[in-house]
C-alpha cells in the first residue's frame, strides 16, 4: 500500500488572499471596469474565475474570457510577494 501526506496549503498553511484580491482588481482596471467590493469579491472565492466574473459583471459576460488572462498575468506578477 502507497502512503500519501497530503497539505491543504491555500488558506491554511499560506493565505492568498491578498493576491487574489489584488489581481481582480487590476484585472477590472486593465478592462476598463468600475472596482468591487473586495468582500463581495471574497464572497465568491472558490468559483471558476469566469464564473466569478459574469456574477459580479452579469451584463459585460462577453469580457469574462479577456478578464481571465488579465487576472492570470498579474497575479502571476505578484502571488509570491503576497501570499
Given at each position: 500500500?502507497?502512503k500519501?501526506i497530503?497539505?491543504?496549503?491555500?488558506?491554511?498553511?499560506?493565505?492568498?488572499?491578498?493576491?487574489?484580491?489584488?489581481?481582480?482588481?487590476?484585472?477590472?482596471?486593465?478592462?476598463?471596469?468600475?472596482?468591487?467590493?473586495?468582500?463581495e469579491?471574497?464572497?465568491?472565492?472558490?468559483?471558476?474565475?469566469?464564473?466569478?466574473?459574469?456574477?459580479?459583471?452579469?451584463?459585460?459576460?462577453?469580457?469574462?474570457?479577456?478578464?481571465?488572462l488579465?487576472?492570470?498575468?498579474?497575479?502571476?506578477?505578484?502571488?509570491?510577494?503576497?501570499?
Amino acid at each position: 500500500m502507497n502512503k500519501t501526506i497530503l497539505f491543504d496549503l491555500d488558506g491554511t498553511l499560506i493565505d492568498s488572499t491578498d493576491a487574489i484580491l489584488n489581481s481582480f482588481q487590476g484585472a477590472f482596471k486593465a478592462l476598463g471596469l468600475t472596482s468591487k467590493n473586495n468582500e463581495e469579491i471574497k464572497n465568491l472565492i472558490g468559483y471558476p474565475l469566469e464564473q466569478m466574473f459574469r456574477m459580479l459583471y452579469p451584463d459585460k459576460v462577453n469580457l469574462s474570457k479577456e478578464f481571465v488572462l488579465a487576472y492570470r498575468e498579474i497575479y502571476a506578477q505578484i502571488y509570491l510577494e503576497q501570499t
